[in-house]
Structure formats: C-alpha cells, structure tokens
C-alpha cells in the first residue's frame, strides 16, 4: 500500500427531497450567480424549476449561461468565464451532467485569474482559487460532482485535457435519482461504461504491490454498476435502481478507491480523450466501451490475474484464461448496447494514425508511461479495437 | 434507498511518511496545543517523538494530558477542559486509539461551554463549536479519527454513552501503519471486532428496501478486515498487512456505508456499552465479540438471507440455513482469539438483569426501538451469550 493524502471535502445532498436544501446552501456562496446548463434537458427532467424557484425564494440573483456540449469546449469556457467577471457572479451552480459541471470548474478558476483558462489544461499553470461551485447532477457519469477534476476540449487543436486542484471540489452536489428517468437509455449506458473505467484504470494501473481494501471495494461498486445499469434499462423509472446506480457511479470516482493504490496510469482515458477529442460527436462512454477491451487485450499477459479477477467479480463465474474475461466483458458491453468497435461509432482504419499521435500527445500531457504507450503501441491497441 | 446528507471533510495523511505533515498541518490551527494520551504506549511506537519534535521545530507551545485509560471517564474527560480552558489552548492533539480521540471530542466541545459537557452525552445539549482537532491513530477500532462520533462513560452511574455533531470531526488525522506495529494482538482483535461490529450494525440494522451499494462496499471492506486481521496475527510487522487493515478500520465507520440505508439502529453497541459501562476493564471489542453472535440467534428468523449473505461473503462458502452463518462466524471469532461468552469475560448468568437494565436505558438514549430491545428481550439475548 503506497502512502496518500484524502479529504474530500464535498457535501452530497442525496435523495428525492435533496432540493429543498438548494436554498439554503446556496446563499452561503452569496447573492449572485452564474447558472450553467446544457441543451435544456433540465427544462424537462424538473431540475431548472426547482433551482430557480429555490433561488427567488432566497432573493438571490442570477444569469443563465446555458448551450454546454458534451465534451465540452475552450471557446465556449470562455464565454462563460467572460460572462461570470462581466457580472460579478459570486458563486456558479451546474445543472447537467460531467460536461456542464467541468466547465463550470473552468469557469470558477477562470474567473479569478487574468490569464487565459487554457494554461490550467496545459500544465503550466495551477488552480489556487476558483469561485464557489455547487451541482445539480441530472447525468451519473463522470462523478465531477464529488471531485477536483475538469476535462474540456479546445477545438483548435482537437486535445481533450485535464486539469485538477483541491478549490474545484464543488461545495456542495445535489443528487435526485428522479431527475434522471428521463434520460435517453444510451446516456444511462455510456455513464455506466465510464463509471467502470474510472474503476478499471485503478483496478489495473498501479503501483502498490498489496491493496486489498481498494480492489475489494472496487469489486462492490462495479457489480453495483453492472445490477443497477441491466435494472434501468428495464425498467427506467424504478426510483431504488436509479438511486443505487447513481450513487455508485459518483463514488467510483471520489477518491476513495484510489487511496493508497499509488500513481494511476489512465491509458484508456488517454487513448479516448483522442478519439473524442478528434470526433467530437463520439459520446465519452461510448469510446471508452470500445477501446477498454481493445486495451485489456494489448496487456493481457501481464495483467492476466487481474483480469480473470475481474470478471470473476462482475460476471459471477470463474474464468481461466483472460481472453475469457475479456470475451465475456465485451459481450456484456455489447448487451447493454454499448459499442464494441470504432467502425460502430463511425472511425475507420484509415483515422488511427492520426488518432493514436493525438493520444501520445496526451500521454506526454499527463506524464504517462510514453515508453510503453508509444505510438505504434496506441496504434496496436485501436488496432484490436477495429 | 433513503435520502442522505454525507460529507466527511476529514485530511487523512496516511503511510510511512505521514508524520512529514504533522508540523505543517498543526500550524494552520495556532500556537498552543493541548496533547491527550493514555498511559504512555505512544512513546513506545515512535508516535509521541515525531508529535513533540514536528510541534517544537513549528514553535507551537503544547500541554500535556496524559493518563486517558479505554473506555474514557467523564471525571478525566472534566479534568482536560478544566485544563484546555486554563491554558488557552487554540487546538488538541489526540495520540492514541478511539478512546484518546473520544475523549479529545469531550474537551474540544467542553472547552467551548460554561454547562457540564455531560449534557452533551445525555442529548440535552447539541455541540455547535469545539477545538480543532487533530488525531494521530495508534491503535485502529472505532474510526473516530474519521467520524464524528464520541463515547464516554459516566462512572458515577455507569452509563456509556455517546454524543455526534460536524464540529467534531478531526480538521486532520495522521494514520501511521507503523505505529501499530508494537500492539498487543489482544488489541488487534478487539479492533478488528469493533471494526467488523461497525459494519453488521448497518448491514442488518437499516430501513432502506434495497441498497446494492452499500451492501457490496461492506462485504469489500468486511472481507479485508477478516484477511488482514488474520494476516497481522501471522506477520505482525509486515507493512501491507498493517496498512489495509488500518485503512479499513476507518473507512468501516466513516460515514460511506451508513449512506442511503437510512435509520441505523445500534442493538449490539448498547448491549455491550452496557457491559463495559458496568464492568470497565472488559474491553469494547471483546464485549461485542460476546453480543454479536448471540444477537444473531435472537434476530435469525427475520434476519435469515442477510445473515446467509453476510456469512457466505466472508467465509466464501455458502450456507443454507442461519444457524451455520452464525456458527462459523463465532468459531472465527474464536479462532483469532476473541471471547464469545459472557463467562470469558468474566460474566455471569446472575449479572445478566443489571446489563440488560442498563442497555434498556442506552437504548432509550439513543432513540432506538425499545419496544422490540425490551429488557425482557435483552436478558434472552445475553442468555444466549452464557
């Protein structure tokens, strides 16, 4: 077990009554501001009424900034980081999913510094201060909700990067399970697929020799995921499934599995940040689902006991080989209607040069093994994924 | 699943080098400390040397209060605020296991007020200030080094009880593997069982239809506890070994289980609080050693396919009827050298009525369902423990 430091300071209002709390946390954070949305999808599901009838209850003023996209990008970040010093906004609430609560982090660092937000992305520059921050999540996926995380594309140059620092945890994370029946059933599988690579990377990349508590929690969680995911799409509107499977897919990624596993390579993220950084119309889920198997593949021998482990795990039966564990992963992936290849979510063979420089980029970016995940080994590794 | 508020906003600097931190973390909280200890076994585990030369070279001024015994005493407790307020400490300093930490608690929140830090414990008052607090974990059980709970005994009427509140929980808490490498395995035990008793409450003891989560997450955590405690008691100084049991400990009782199970009741804490309230040198794991087995016979009719889970998970070994689960966990018990009879611990059939008196009265305290904890009902389940 390597050492760490933990504190995840982060306050979860959890529940189908969670929003008559909203008021009250939120004019600890003052008396303006910024309201980040996506396409709308909040005017449907009950959560823009509830946050602004709860913010007039409080006198508290706001402007609404709304058209975030999935993968997120810079130039619309900073619009919103114009906009928040334009109106002196005290404090920003996000209401969607993984893509609206990481520009709002960009936007709450971007609001106290003079420099351009981008710097942050690239690594020359570190978050000491951000405005406060508080969620209202609609979409379980990421769990940006409950960390210090923020992924955001800049269009210019298609790289997908991430920044983090302890003042972007949110103060406060408004979790109803209710506001997401709605959801469209591909949203609740790619959130699930991304909620399990936030456990696969850890589960397979680290350092510590000997962590049992880690990996038998991340067991707990991923068959959570697996249950719940299967339960929705049968019945989306069962409030125990939603809750559970929400939940889980918030405290894949807080921290806590993590702790003590030592440094984490994300090479599938590293690998998915390029394609949906080149092909922005690829949901993160969905590219995740096909380059995860693709990339057990590519280590199998010597992640081989890990492997059979996990799927042993999920899949409730004892495996011999990791090519069964791997089999058996992708076809509960396809199950679910997740994609399997990058021919399914429209990439050709002709697309992985481009796409694997792009993720050593990235790899570089992140400081990543560059030794291991070369460009002809990224290459090798979409290449199982065609 | 039930509606939740959670936020644990502890600093955990967990490992070897954890103590690197010390000085620098104790500055942020001023100048003058208050040190709590108990009879003196952190000058032993190298835990007392690296507080007191971090607090010198950051030229913080601290007081020490020594002599905290297990089971803390509310007249020990009175003696520590008298001397916190005295001195004008600006924060404490609890080095040692749960009863140092709870007893730090106590002061934190008594230095604050002018009335009898009792009422805090009876439940007519509620803490709303307290001392920064920082801990520095000798002796892995109760968790308090990451929750905000405290327990403290009244000797003039033998009544343990405990008191909560957010200002309780530790600004910061150092866990050091290697300070637990000198413990007697007695303590080793008794911490796991607390541990192990912190997950069965809210395992068997919870209102929520339906949590996977949860469930899964302890089956994770209760797994490692069981592994690693039998591990320690093979290899005492092995680092790994030591390391992911301690992290379990805490992370049994920190607030992540309990969340979306909804009202937990805590039957096997009164009943053995009653114990050790009465009879002080049984100490608090071995008391529920005693109690939790017997409480699973009084309860496996109702309790029947969580006691099969519970059973089936930890011992990987599936049972069909109760009986067999409660069965195997008892010898295990047994077979780490932990108490399971009253008379092991030095209790008998006739002080049976007095017990069960006084649990009666701790679960009236605590609000618990005392129309089924009778002292009727009680007395049976401390029969079975004979």
Redesign the interface.
Known sequence: ??????????????????MQ?FGNEAKKHGGKALLVYGKGSIKKNGAYEKIVSALKKEGIEFVEFPGVRPNPVLSHVRKGIEIAKKEKVDFVIAAGGGSVIDESKAICAGAKVDFDVWEFYEGSKFPKEALPLITVLTLPATASEMNMGSVITNEENGLKLSMGGEVLYPKASFLN?EFTFTLPKEQVVYGTVDAISHIVEPYFNHTA?????SL??????L??LK??CENILKEPEN??YR??HM??VT?AFNG?VR??LGRNEFPNHAIEHAISGLFPDVAHGAGLAVVMPAWMRFVKEEKRDLLIRFSDNLFEKSVAYPDEAITLFKSWLSSIGAPVSLKEIGIEKENIPQIALKAYEIIKNWALNKDFYTVENIEKILEFAL
Chains 1, 2 share one sequence.
Do not use: S
Request: net charge positive; aromatic share 16%.
């Open positions: 077990m390597k050492d760490f430091v933990f504190c995840n300071p982060v306050k979860i209002y959890f529940g189908k009554k969670c709390h399970p020799e000997y962590n049992t508590l038998n929690i991340a067991d707990g969680i068959k959570t249950t719940e409030y125990n809750a559970n939940w889980a405290v806590l702790a003590g």
